[in-house]
């Protein structure tokens, strides 16, 4: 395997990567706001 071919997924694979990290901070965030409005009701 020449180094182009062995390299050519890597754009692919970081978006995807990228798109991992967002989506995990999005529910993080959106973890947070529940926890945050749960001790408010209590």
Not at 10 to 26: G, R, S
Not at 33 to 38: G, H, K, N
Request: hydrophobic share 40%; charged share 30%; aromatic share 12%.
């Amino acid at each position: 395997m020449t180094a182009p071919e062995r390299f050519s997924e890597y754009p692919t694979v970081l978006q995807m990567c990228a798109n991992f990290f967002d989506d995990l901070e999005k529910a993080y965030s959106e973890l947070l706001m529940q926890i945050r409005a749960e001790r408010q009701r209590h």
